[in-house]
């Protein structure tokens, strides 16, 4: 099994400009989640799915949007990049609930974005 | 506020010393689980294991083992006789069975180098 699969893997934008961050996870997940890591902090999470067709905002959700329109995939975008939006992102999933249910969260292998 | 605070920034040791990286976290909920997380040079996170806390027993796997201590609100990690390819960011996280933002709040990390 792949596991989560994130793409691309490293990205330069310049102020601005747009992209999409694709997270895919072949475990049958219902909850995925985006996090952003930063030098000396822990992962901060951005927005997170509960189900498919369903989003919400994490602790940084301001700058980003997402969309679950399949359960399988979380994209991640950004309408206007920003530099303080580089960053190291992380794509998880996870079978259920982190806080209710005895489960783990598996990640990706994070996309690391500059943005000049 | 939930919190987690790993206050060793970065660790260096000789290889087959034991290390012991420190967790504390602050919640309010009786109900929630830690988790240890490894991020080697590669990049990807490695789940390594997760408590819930209503389980204090310490936990032993090879060479990892961990100390869970409500009294302090602590959960310890100890590698012993460590070696080169324990070289790696280590992150502590909690859930909380009360919080409904279905996050995991993370500690900075621990940065360990174990030198040959």
């Known amino acids: 099994n792949a596991g989560v699969t994130q793409t691309p893997k490293f990205r330069v934008l310049k102020t601005g400009q747009s992209m999409t961050l694709l997270c895919a996870q072949d475990?049958?997940?219902?909850?995925m989640y985006w996090y952003r890591q930063d030098p000396g902090m822990g992962l901060r999470l951005i927005h997170y799915?509960?189900?498919?067709?369903?989003?919400a905002k994490g602790e940084v959700p301001d700058g980003y949007n997402v969309s679950r329109l399949k359960k399988q995939n979380f994209l991640l975008g950004l309408e206007s990049a920003a530099p303080s939006q580089t960053s190291v992102y992380f794509c998880?999933?996870?079978?259920?609930?982190?806080?209710?249910?005895?489960?783990?969260?598996?990640f990706g292998q994070g996309t690391r974005l500059t943005v000049v | 506020a939930q919190k987690v605070t790993q206050a060793q920034t970065e660790i260096s040791v000789v290889e087959k010393e034991d290390v012991t990286l420190d967790c504390v976290y602050e919640t309010r909920d009786t109900t929630y689980y830690l988790f240890w997380y490894k991020q080697p040079p590669s990049g990807e996170l490695v789940f390594l294991i997760r408590?819930?806390?209503?389980d204090e027993q310490n936990e032993i796997s090879g060479r990892y083992s961990w100390n869970f201590q409500k009294s302090t609100s602590s959960f310890n990690f100890t590698i012993t006789a460590s070696q080169v390819v324990d070289s790696a960011v280590y992150f502590c996280?909690?859930?909380?069975?009360?919080?409904?933002?279905?996050?995991?709040?993370w500690g900075a990390g621990t940065k360990l180098i174990i030198k040959p």
């Open positions: 799915s509960v189900g498919e067709g369903t989003t």
């Open positions: 996280a909690l859930s909380e069975a009360e919080d409904s933002n279905y996050q995991l709040i």
């Open positions: 998880a999933s996870s079978t259920s609930d982190l806080g209710r249910r005895s489960t783990e969260a598996f």
């Open positions: 475990m049958n997940h219902e909850y």
């Open positions: 408590r819930n806390s209503f």
